[in-house]
């Protein structure tokens, strides 16, 4: 089991990228990310029901990173998010004062989940950094366009003649069998 440090705590909250599935708690719910998706359970408070959502990975957006100054003096806490359009499902991964010790996490966390990384600027704008530049694209480009290859022989067939097959003489009768 994953232990994490409750989020707002004011202490370094971090789940393992390469711990599957990975279990947290966020705002008031608590959640799992597998390989397959995120369950989201949120406790009844209020008027509001108790609430057990099942989401694939595909409904996230990406692994987004945010940051957000602290004072005057120029501090900065970073957060790592799985970034949902609504923001009640949004999960925090991780959360540090030090912005440059979560880099490798937030890179680890698009490979893991397969999904793009995502900056969240300070006016809430969403933006793919490494979007066009081929880093992010989980799948190689092809080689070659494989329509014109398909339709001609490969190389070392070429010399080598197409046989034709001919009438093969066929010899029916009774077999004889020698016996002792």
Do not use: C
């Not at 998706?37 to 957006?61: C, Q, W």
């Not at 990173?65 to 998010?81: K, S, Y």
């Not at 995502?118 to 992010?136: C, I, M, T, Y």
């Amino acid at each position: 089991m994953n232990d994490a440090v409750t989020v707002g705590s004011g202490r370094e909250y971090r789940l393992d990228p390469f711990v599957l599935p990975a279990r947290g708690s966020a705002a008031s719910a608590t959640f799992v990310i597998s390989h397959d998706g995120a369950v989201v359970n949120r406790p009844a408070s209020g008027d509001l029901p108790a609430m057990n959502v099942t989401l694939p990975l595909s409904a996230y957006r990406g692994v987004a990173v945010r940051m957000e100054a602290i004072g005057d003096n120029g501090d900065v806490r970073a957060f790592i998010e799985l970034l949902h359009a609504d923001p009640a499902l949004t999960l925090a991964l991780a959360e540090s004062n030090a912005p440059e010790a979560l880099a490798a996490d937030w890179q680890a966390w698009g490979r893991t989940l397969k999904l793009p990384l995502l900056v969240v600027g300070q006016d809430g704008s969403v933006a793919e950094p490494l979007a066009g530049r081929g880093v992010a694209d989980a799948r190689p480009k092809p080689r070659r366009h494989h329509s014109y290859f398909a339709q001609r022989r490969p190389r070392f067939l070429t010399r080598r003649k197409t046989g034709v097959s001919s009438n093969v003489e066929r010899i029916s009768g009774r077999e004889i069998i020698a016996r002792n």
